[in-house]
Structures are given as structure tokens and as C-alpha cells.
T-cell receptor
Framework: NAGVTQTPKFQVLKTGQSMTLQCAQD?????MSWYRQDPGMGLRLIHY???????DQGEVPNGYNVSRSTTEDFPLRLLSAAPSQTSVYFCASISPGAGDSVLTFGAGSRLTVL | GQQLNQSPQSMFIQEGEDVSMNCTSS?????WLWYKQDPGEGPVLLIALYKAGELTSNGRLTAQFGITRKDSFLNISASIPSDVGIYFCAGQRVSGANNLFFGTGTRLTVIP
């Protein structure tokens, strides 16, 4: 049981490049989500998914795409990176029965866009 | 989104001291939570509060759900070096994890 695994841990991109942040969990959690963390802003929800094949937008979805083809994986795609997307990204899931506010976070992916 | 204001933004304390921090909102919340983020890691849940006035402890940590439902408090007693990190409050007005909003964080430094 590895919990929530994020890769890569660090990434540097040039403006306009695309990339995918990977998130995987082996706990059979239905709910998965992506947050970004910026100084002085707390964590803000980008996209979330309540199960395979279902995704929805959070508070700050612009510039990001997601898909959920399996229960285990929830990748976050940046199609054309911008400096404003420099941030630390966290994937989080919820264990069934734990309450819908008890998130389990990955270790984070630090992205720098030049 | 909802604005949750945490204070103080940062704290420098001596090992063994007690710590108090709070989180306020202009909106009423039905659930308050406190998470801790260690350097280089993701946040981890410390305490969850589900009822106005509720006081809950987890070891040296005690958190309270404000009676107005617009604030919450976290106290750490007898701080130790491993208490270092960023403490986030989070509030939820309606059910659904997508309705969870996070505060701006309090960065705690403990001086041995």
C-alpha cells in the first residue's frame, strides 16, 4: 500500500511546453483531486473526479485537463504551460467511509515554468 | 472561492512553549479541519471538527470549532522540534470534498 504517489517530484518547463503530472493510488479510492499551492493562497482545487469516467472542474481549472480512465490513476495535463502555472501541485484522494473532508495527499510535484 | 484567513502567518517559538493559531471566515462552515504539512511533503490531517463548540484533542494538539461557526482554533502544547511545518485550516459549508476550502497557512518554526 503506497498511498497516493505523484510523479515527477520536480519539473522545469519552458512557456508553451506541455506535460502531464501523474497521480496514482492503490487504495481503491473513488474520489481523487488535484490542488495547486501558491504562497499566501493556500490550496486551491483544480479538478476532481468522483470515479472512473467522471471528472469536474474545481476553483481554478483553466489551463489544465484531466481524465480518469481507471480508478487508480488521475493525470493532470498542462497543454501549453504558462509562468502563472508555476506552483506546487498536490493530488489527493478520499477513503470511503473516512468522511468527505478527510483527504489523503501525495507528496507534491513542484513545477517551474520559465 | 471561500476566503479563510489564518493568523499568524508565521511563528517562531522556543521548544517547550505553547502555540495558538486561528482561522476565520466570513461564511459559516459545517466542518472545520486542521492539516499539517511537513517540509517537502503533502498535508496530513490532524483534527476534524463537526459540531459548533466542539473541542477535540489529538495528543498535544487541541482544536475547537468556534461557536459562531465562522472560526476555529488550534493549540499545540509543549512544542517540540518536529512540530515545525505549515498548519492549514480547512472549512466545508456543504458536503462533498470539492466543497472544502483551505486557509492560507501558518508557518511554525520551533527553536531548540
Amino acid at each position: 500500500n503506497a498511498g497516493v504517489t505523484q510523479t515527477p517530484k520536480f519539473q522545469v518547463l519552458k512557456t508553451g511546453q506541455s506535460m502531464t503530472l501523474q497521480c496514482a493510488q492503490d487504495m481503491n479510492h473513488e474520489y481523487m483531486s488535484w490542488y495547486r499551492q501558491d504562497p499566501g493562497m493556500g490550496l486551491r482545487l483544480i479538478h476532481y473526479s468522483v470515479g472512473a469516467g467522471i471528472t469536474d472542474q474545481g476553483e481554478v481549472p483553466n489551463g489544465y485537463n484531466v481524465s480518469r480512465s481507471t480508478t487508480e490513476d488521475f493525470p493532470l495535463r498542462l497543454l501549453s504551460a504558462a509562468p502563472s502555472q508555476t506552483s506546487v501541485y498536490f493530488c489527493a484522494s478520499i477513503s470511503p467511509g473516512a468522511g468527505d473532508s478527510v483527504l489523503t495527499f501525495g507528496a507534491g510535484s513542484r513545477l517551474t515554468v520559465l | 472561492g471561500q476566503q479563510l484567513n489564518q493568523s499568524p502567518q508565521s511563528m517562531f517559538i522556543q521548544e517547550g512553549e505553547d502555540v495558538s493559531m486561528n482561522c476565520t471566515s466570513s461564511s459559516i462552515f459545517n466542518t472545520w479541519l486542521w492539516y499539517k504539512q511537513d517540509p517537502g511533503e503533502g498535508p496530513v490531517l490532524l483534527i476534524a471538527l463537526y459540531k459548533a463548540g466542539e473541542l477535540t484533542s489529538n495528543g498535544r494538539l487541541t482544536a475547537q470549532f468556534g461557536i459562531t461557526r465562522k472560526d476555529s482554533f488550534l493549540n499545540i502544547s509543549a512544542s517540540i522540534p518536529s512540530d515545525v511545518g505549515i498548519y492549514f485550516c480547512a472549512g466545508q459549508r456543504v458536503s462533498g470534498a470539492n466543497n472544502l476550502f483551505f486557509g492560507t497557512g501558518t508557518r511554525l518554526t520551533v527553536i531548540p
